[in-house]
C-alpha cells in the first residue's frame, strides 16, 4: 500500500503465524502418497496404498465410498437446487414486489437469517422421526435447504436491488406483465448472483456434518462427511495417512470450486454472517 | 388484491411453506416437547401398560399399599373359560366340564393349591407332568404382560383379584404406563443440577474467549495484509481463507493429526526431550486452548473477510495524505482504519456471539466436552442430553427444554440485531405500484 514502511517484519511474523496452517496443508497432501517411519516427521517412501479405499471393497459395517459419495452429491445439489429456486422467486417478491405484510417478510427472514437454526435440532429430529422420514436422506435434505434459505434469499435480494429499475418499467411500458418482465428482462441480470448463491449452498451442504449425522446416521443415507468422521472414530490405531486420503477426496471439489470461483464466493462470505 | 400481491405471494409461497415446517413449527415443538417426560425409553408416540418389578418398587414408594403391590407380582390362577377352553384341546372334553362343574370361577393363590384341588378330581390326566400343565394354563398374571389400552390394564389387574380404590388405581396406573407424560420436572432439573451451572460457566467462557480472538486476530490479520504488497497479501488471505472453506471434519481431522500423541507437535517436540501425550486432551488448559483455536482460526478468517473489504473502501489519497503530514503507522491505524471498521466490528462480534453461543459442531468433533466434561458448552450438553449419549436414556424432554434457553436466546437477539442495525433503512419502498 503505501511505501514509507518496511514490510518484511510483517511479512516474517504472518508467516510464523500461518505455519500451523501451512504445516497441516502441506501434509495433507503429502501424506496421502507417502509412508513415514513412526517418530519421524520426514517422509521416506512414495506409495499410492492410502487411496486403496477407492477400489477395495469395503470392509464389514462400512459402506461403499462411491456410493456414500454419490450420496453426498445428491445432498449438495438437490439442497442447492431447491435453495436457489424458492431464493430466486421469494428474492425478487421482497426486493421489488408491492405485497401485502412486505415489512414483516423481511424482517423475518433477517431475524432468521440470523437465528442460531443448530439448536432447533431436536425438535427436527422429533418431528422427523413422527413423519418417517429420519434415517432418510431426503429428511436431511429438506432440513438443511430450511437451513441455508434465509442466507439465500437475503443474498438474492441484495442481487435484485442491484438491479435498475428503468429496465423493468421499460418492460412495463412495452406491455409486458410483471411476471414476464421478471422472467425475460430481471432474471437474465441476476445469473452472477444465481450462480454464487448456488455454488454457495453446493460446499454448504457438502461440508455439512453435524445434520446427516443425527437426522440420517444410518449407512444406506451416509455421506462423506459422516464417513470420514466414522473411519476417524472406530480407529483404534489411528492411520491418519489413510484418514487424510479419505479427506482430501472428500474436500477436493470444495477446494477447487474455491480456486476457480473464488471471487464469485468472497461476495457472499462478506454478506453472509454465519460463522 | 392487486396483481401484483397476488405475484408477490405467490413468489413466496415456497419460502413460507419451509420456513413454516422447518422454523416455526421446530420452534414452538421445542416448547412443547420442554414439557414432556419424552426420552428414548418412553419412545415418541403413545406407550404401553405394564407392570414389572421396577415399577412394583417405585409403587411402594409412591403410597401404593405394599400388600396389594405384592400381590400384584405373585402368579394368581383363576379357573375361567379362557382357560377351560385351552384345557378341553390339550387334555379333552371330560376334564374341562369337571374342572367347570367343580371349581368355576375359584381364584388360587399358587400352583400347588390348584395342582391340590386338580388331584381329586376323576378324570385328571395321570401323569404329575400334564397335571402341572394343566394348571398352569390357568396362570394369570399381570407381571411383565403389556397391556395396550388403560381399560384392557386395569381388566388384566381386575381379574388378578387385587381391589383397588380410586387413589390406588390412579397411582398405578400413572405408575405403569411406559409412554410420555406432561411435566415440568424438566425445568426443576436444570435449575437443581451441577452440570447445567457448569456447562453455563464453561459456555461464557468459551464465547469470551474465542470472541476476543476472532475479532482481534481477525483484525490483525485485516490490518496487516492491508499493508502488505497485494501479492503476498493475497497468499496469507487465502492461506487463512482454509480453516473457514475446509469441511469440518476434514478441519479438525488435520487438528487432531497436529496434536494427539502420535501427531506432528509430539513428534516434533520429542526431538527437544518433550514426552509425547495427547497435546489436545492431557489437560483442561490444553484442551480449552484447542478448542479456542480450532473454533477462532474458523471466525479470525471471517472477520479478515469483512474487515479487509471495508478497509478496501478506504480512498488512498487519505493515507498518502496522513503520511505527507507524517502519521506513523500506528497513528494511521489508529486515526483512519479503526473508525473505518466500527460497524464491520460491531456486526462481527453480535452475529458471532449468537453463533458461538449456540454451535457446537467444532467442539464436538475435536474434545467432544473433554477431558471429563471440561469444555462442555451448553449447546454440546444440549446435545449430549437429547441425541448423543453413550451411557444410556437420551432424554428428548430434558434436552428440549435445555435447548429452549438457547432458542429464546437466540430470537430476543436476532430482534435486537434487527434494531441495532437499522433494519428500516434496508426496507424501501417498490418504486413500482403495479
Known sequence: MSSNFRSWPMTLLLGFLSLPIIVMMVYLFVDTVTDTTAGSLIPDRFTLEHWRFLFDAPQAGRSNIWSVTLNTFIFACSTSAIVVMTSLTSGYALSRLNMPYRRLLLGGVLTLHAFPTVTLIISIFLMLQMTGLYNSLLGVILVKTALELPLGIWVMKGFYDTVPWEIEMAGL????????????????????????????????????YILPQVLAPDGASQVLATYLQNLIKDDRAPDFNMFKSVGLFYAMPVMIIYLIFNQKLMNIYGGGTKG | MRRAHLLGLGFMTPALIIVFLFFLAPVVLTAVFSFTSMSSGTGISGGAYEINEQTLRSLTDRGFPKAKSEKLGHDLYRIGEEGLGAVEADFGKAFADEIRAELSGELFEGRRDLERELKKLR???????????????????????????????????GETGVELTADDQAVLVKTAYTGWSWTTANYELITSMASTWRAAKNTAFYVLLTLSFNVGFGLFLAITTFYLPKGQAAIFRAIWILPRILPPVLYVMMWKWLTWDTGFLSIFLSNFGVEPRNWMLNSDINAWVCIVLINGFVGASLGMILFSSALRAIPPSMLAASEVDGANRWQQIRHILLPQLQWPILFTTSYQTLSLLTSFDYIYLSTDGGPGRSTEVWALYTFHTALNNYGGVLQYGLGAALALVLVVIGIAASLFYLRLFKFNELVSQPRIEQ
Not at chain 1, 412495452?174 to 448472483?193: E, K, M, Y
Not at chain 2, 394354563?137 to 403389556?146: E, P
Open chain 1, 173 to 208: 411500458t412495452d406491455g409486458a406483465s410483471r411476471f414476464t418482465v421478471w422472467r425475460r428482462l430481471v432474471l437474465p441480470q441476476v445469473h452472477p448472483g444465481l450462480a454464487a448463491l448456488g455454488l454457495f449452498s453446493f460446499l454448504a451442504a457438502w461440508s455439512e
Open chain 2, 123 to 157: 378324570s385328571r390326566p395321570r401323569s404329575i407332568r400334564d397335571l402341572k400343565k394343566a394348571a398352569d394354563l390357568f396362570k394369570r398374571s399381570v407381571l411383565n404382560t403389556r397391556f395396550e389400552s388403560e381399560t384392557a390394564f386395569l381388566d388384566g389387574v
